[in-house]
Nanobody
Framework: QVQLVESGGGLGQTGGSLRLSCAAS??????MGWYRQPPGKEREFVAR???????IYAASVSGRFTISRDNVKNTVDLQMNSLKPEDSGVYYC?????????WGQGIQVTVST
């Protein structure tokens, strides 16, 4: 069993920065990631990182967002720079343990023009 708790986010400005954090408890997980759901759209992949810090990004955020993790604390962060209004949405922390996929409760990110 894994529990994911997100923090950070909130209101940002175009060109600005925000940082999201996610803490996993219950079990040590390998891959951790972030997804987002823009208003009126389906949930989409943002980035993920493995325990050995190999990371993958969606094309829409590559070069602007950086995912990192602390394996001791079992946390994953998402540093979001050069924000755009289209980065707005609910961001979800994600992981898989065994055959079960786990999601955080979601955290709102709003980027103003």
């Amino acid at each position: 069993q894994v529990q994911l708790v997100e923090s950070g986010g909130g209101l940002g400005q175009t060109g600005g920065s925000l940082r999201l954090s996610c803490a996993a408890s219950g079990s040590i997980v390998n891959v951790m990631g972030w997804y987002r759901q823009p208003p009126g759209k389906e949930r989409e992949f943002v980035a993920r990182i493995s325990m050995d810090s190999r990371s993958i990004y969606a094309a829409s955020v590559s070069g602007r967002f950086t995912i990192s993790r602390d394996n001791v604390k079992n946390t994953v962060d998402l540093q979001m720079n050069s924000l755009k209004p289209e980065d707005s949405g609910v961001y979800y922390c994600n992981t898989q343990y065994g055959n079960q996929i786990y999601w955080g409760q979601g955290i709102q990110v709003t980027v103003s023009t």
